[in-house]
């Protein structure tokens, strides 16, 4: 039983310098986006607001998504550093089951488990919201993403978002908005 504890908490430690959101107890099953078009979701979309992360610091956060193959979606995510440099990853994101599209699974590295990415609501041409939970023996570990067509979205559909969120166990009061000023985020397109 000693062991268990010990691995447990040893997990919790590598879990909470990864992200920030670990919570005892399982990942909620939320609902996906019904009848997900991945097709209509290809582009660009500014990050709005996110759950806390340590492997995102920046602001003016950019997510294109383009067409690669059939079932997968390449990804480069952008972000204007504090120190006016860019930084860009790319990755891929992957239908794990043809009979859920809106459940994808992204991957960043070639080495590296590829990690839930799932698109709860979305109307394509103004605003999405991805959610992510992966279970550590008994903890979870959520990430998540408001994101909008344009640098900004309004304070209703905000506020229905929010509400999805809260509906699946998220505590939105968490959420931090990204800056995404035009004359600050000028320096991303340079």
């Given at each position: 039983?000693?062991?268990?504890?010990?691995?447990?908490?040893?997990?919790?430690?590598?879990?909470?310098?990864?992200?920030?959101?670990?919570?005892?107890?399982?990942?909620?099953?939320?609902?996906?986006?019904?009848?997900?078009?991945?097709?209509?979701?290809?582009?660009?979309?500014?990050?709005?607001?996110?759950?806390?992360?340590?492997?995102?610091?920046?602001?003016?956060?950019?997510?294109?998504?383009?067409?690669?193959?059939?079932?997968?979606?390449?990804?480069?995510?952008?972000?204007?550093?504090?120190?006016?440099?860019?930084?860009?990853?790319?990755?891929?994101?992957?239908?794990?089951?043809?009979?859920?599209?809106?459940?994808?699974?992204?991957?960043?590295?070639?080495?590296?488990?590829?990690?839930?990415?799932?698109?709860?609501?979305?109307?394509?041409?103004?605003?999405?919201?991805?959610?992510?939970c992966t279970q550590f023996g008994p903890f979870s570990a959520e990430l998540s993403w408001i994101l909008s067509r344009e640098p900004t979205l309004s304070k209703e559909t905000m506020e229905q978002l929010h509400s999805i969120l809260s509906s699946v166990g998220v505590?939105?009061?968490?959420?931090?908005?990204?800056?995404?000023?035009?004359?600050?985020?000028?320096?991303?397109?340079?």
């Amino acid at each position: 039983m000693k062991a268990v504890h010990v691995i447990s908490l040893t997990l919790l430690s590598v879990l909470t310098a990864g992200a920030q959101l670990i919570k005892f107890g399982k990942c909620p099953k939320p609902d996906v986006q019904a009848n997900f078009d991945a097709t209509r979701y290809i582009g660009k979309w500014y990050e709005i607001q996110k759950l806390p992360t340590t492997f995102q610091k920046g602001q003016c956060g950019t997510a294109t998504y383009t067409p690669t193959s059939p079932g997968v979606i390449g990804v480069l995510n952008r972000e204007l550093l504090d120190d006016g440099s860019v930084f860009s990853i790319v990755g891929s994101a992957k239908v794990k089951d043809p009979a859920e599209p809106a459940k994808l699974e992204v991957s960043f590295y070639e080495t590296s488990p590829p990690g839930p990415y799932w698109v709860l609501s979305t109307d394509y041409e103004g605003h999405t919201l991805v959610y992510s939970c992966t279970q550590f023996g008994p903890f979870s570990a959520e990430l998540s993403w408001i994101l909008s067509r344009e640098p900004t979205l309004s304070k209703e559909t905000m506020e229905q978002l929010h509400s999805i969120l809260s509906s699946v166990g998220v505590n939105v009061d968490k959420m931090v908005p990204t800056n995404q000023d035009e004359t600050y985020c000028r320096a991303m397109d340079q």
